[in-house]
């Protein structure tokens, strides 16, 4: 089974542009979070989403929006890009619902940088 | 502020030795995730110990968890080159998902 895909790999904006970064869970899997992380720090949470409805929302700025889609792959858009939003972008994927005890298992990221 | 803090920052040991890293944490969890990160990419993850869980094992990683301190320790026995990556601890309160980490411990693995 294939595991976590994210797209673009890399993306290069300059600042006050707007991006769109795709996720797309293991078979299965319900819900997706979306985390940043920066370089030399550990990744902070940003969106979490279960059966296409927002479940939870870290410290961001109503720059960043997230849906889930009826297949249960993700996007993140971030708008009027700034330079410190260069990070990477890491999609998670868990079973979500009932389960207690969700492992999350992580895509490769998307490398954004903000010139 | 992130909830865990990973203690040391860096490592750096000899292949065959054994790596201890500790995870501090703040506030009460519903489970405590380990993963490990290799230059910048994607997150694998090791192990998941639940707040009711006191140590759990998965071939050379062991465990601990010890609430009433709210600390975690990952040991990896017999270490190998390949084991250097950074390695992060995660905290959820609720369900996965909402994970909260520390900053990582850097382990550098000398052949």
């Known amino acids: 089974d294939a595991g976590v895909t994210q797209s673009p790999t890399h993306l290069i904006k300059t600042r006050g542009q707007h991006v769109t970064l795709r996720c797309s869970p293991i078979?299965?899997?319900?819900?997706v979070s979306w985390y940043q992380q920066v370089l030399g720090q550990g990744p902070q949470f940003i969106f979490q989403y279960y059966e296409k409805e927002e479940r939870g929302r870290g410290n961001f700025p109503d720059r960043f929006s997230a849906r889930q889609f009826p297949n249960y792959s993700s996007e993140l858009n971030v708008n009027a890009l700034l330079l410190g939003d260069s990070a990477l972008y890491l999609c998670?994927?868990?079973?979500?619902?009932?389960?207690?005890?969700?492992?999350?298992?992580f895509g490769p990221g998307t490398r954004l940088t903000v010139l | 502020s992130q909830q865990g803090e990973e203690d040391p920052q860096a490592l750096s040991i000899q292949e065959g030795e054994n790596a201890t890293m500790n995870c501090s944490y703040k506030t009460s969890i519903n489970n405590l995730q380990w993963y490990r990160q290799n230059s910048g990419r994607g997150l694998v993850h090791l192990i998941l110990i639940r707040s009711n869980e006191r140590e759990k094992h998965s071939g050379r990683l062991r465990v601990t968890l010890d609430t009433s301190k709210k600390s975690s320790s990952l040991l990896i026995t017999a270490s190998r080159a390949a084991d250097t990556a950074s390695y992060f601890c995660?905290?959820?309160?609720?369900?996965?998902?909402?994970?909260?980490f520390g900053d990582g411990t850097t382990l550098t693995v000398k052949p």
């Open positions: 998670a994927s868990s079973l979500g619902g009932g389960a207690a005890y969700n492992e999350q298992f």
């Open positions: 078979s299965g899997h319900k819900s």
């Open positions: 995660a905290t959820d309160r609720s369900n996965a998902g909402k994970s909260t």
